[in-house]
């Protein structure tokens, strides 16, 4: 079920994009909308807010919510530009792509979509399609199992060759290093969570991370740097690791309760996203171990998945930042030839129930 506060911002982003507060520049004041749609102000506040990190409005204390999209300019030029991500409507994805799509409608452009299911052998294909899109002016890439080699990395030279910019979301290549990426600061996530539960009395932490993607092991990094640094123990049996293939075996009860098993004589776990978590703290409720009495649950990305929980998820977000949105705004950077380089998104600690 899609949360009210969700639901509100999807209502307002059409009216926005129908271009119904165009002549004003404004959305209604925050006490309008509660009584056109019977909701809260804190419901509200947090509708608002998703647009605000999708670059739709800005906020301005006093002054209401202004609109960001600009009117089109009839000299400014319509870029050509792909988006080739993992998956387009699952779990954060939406997200990121409607904040893409806000920035480049806001200059006249529209995005080509492609999902490649974290597969290296779509990515291929597509990637092999898009050499022959013309014209093509930019891709917006987030790879797939980038913590592995990546067997298409020809492709994207012969791409950058034909004079394609490219721009790299959630992840990168030392290979193609000259490419401008926005990537999680996940390191430093990974730290944050664990010396978060180590200020709430935790000793014994166990994790949960991706292996075939580099956020998995940089968020592994942390957690382990943090447990050496804060001098907690680290034992390889309390690490649990999955992959793209077995994501859905592994997210059954079975495994579940197999892992939960090996967790035991923990207290505390980082998991490595909110659907994770989600899963595990429904498991434990199922066992009828207590969150967070019994077992404290945090993780990444504060999406809608850490609200719907029994217990609301403590996790990580990006505040106000939308990685699509920046990762759009460095290709239209690239291509207008102005500087760019880059990105590092911190995290901030969203604290709920959970732990």
């Not at 898009?130 to 020809?154: C, F, H, M, R």
Request: proline share 5%.
């Amino acid at each position: 079920m899609t949360p009210k506060y969700q639901a509100i911002a999807d209502s307002l982003r059409q009216e926005i994009e129908s271009g119904l507060y165009r002549d004003r520049g404004l959305l209604p004041t925050e006490q309008a909308l509660c009584r056109h749609f019977g909701i809260s102000r804190q419901t509200v506040r947090r509708a608002l807010t998703v647009l605000e990190e999708e670059g739709l409005i800005t906020r301005r204390q006093g002054s209401g919510s202004h609109l960001r999209v600009r009117p089109k300019s009839k000299e400014a030029r319509t870029f050509v530009i792909a988006v080739l991500t993992t998956y387009i409507s699952d779990y954060i994805f939406p997200h990121i792509l409607r904040g893409v799509e806000s920035v480049l409608a806001a200059n006249g452009s529209a995005p080509l979509l492609y999902a490649t299911q974290n597969l290296v052998s779509t990515e291929r294909k597509i990637l092999q399609s898009l050499l022959t899109v013309k014209p093509l002016d930019g891709i917006l890439v987030e790879g797939s199992k980038t913590a592995l080699p990546n067997p298409n990395l020809d492709l994207y030279q012969k791409l950058i060759d034909r004079g394609v910019r490219l721009v790299f979301i959630n992840g990168a290549y030392p290979e193609l290093a000259d490419v401008p990426s926005v990537l999680a600061d996940n390191r430093s996530g990974g730290r944050m969570l664990v010396e978060h539960l180590h200020r709430r009395g935790h000793q014994n932490i166990a994790g949960v991370f991706k292996s075939d993607d580099m956020q998995g092991h940089q968020r592994y990094s942390g957690y382990v740097e943090a447990l050496r640094d804060l001098d907690l123990p680290l034992e390889d049996r309390r690490v649990f690791w999955y992959n793209t293939e077995d994501r859905e075996l592994f997210l059954h009860e079975p495994y579940l309760d197999q892992l939960l098993s090996g967790a035991e004589g923990c207290t505390a776990m980082v998991c490595y996203n909110d659907e994770v978590a989600i899963r595990v703290v429904t498991q434990l409720k199922k066992r009828g171990v207590r969150v967070p009495e019994d077992m404290a649950v945090v993780s990444f990305d504060n999406s809608h998945y850490s609200e719907l929980a029994p217990v609301r998820i403590t996790s990580l977000s990006h505040g106000n930042q939308n990685l699509g949105v920046l990762a759009a705004e460095q290709m239209l950077r690239l291509l207008r030839g102005e500087p760019c380089r880059s990105v590092s998104v911190p995290w901030q600690l969203v604290e709920k129930e959970s732990g």
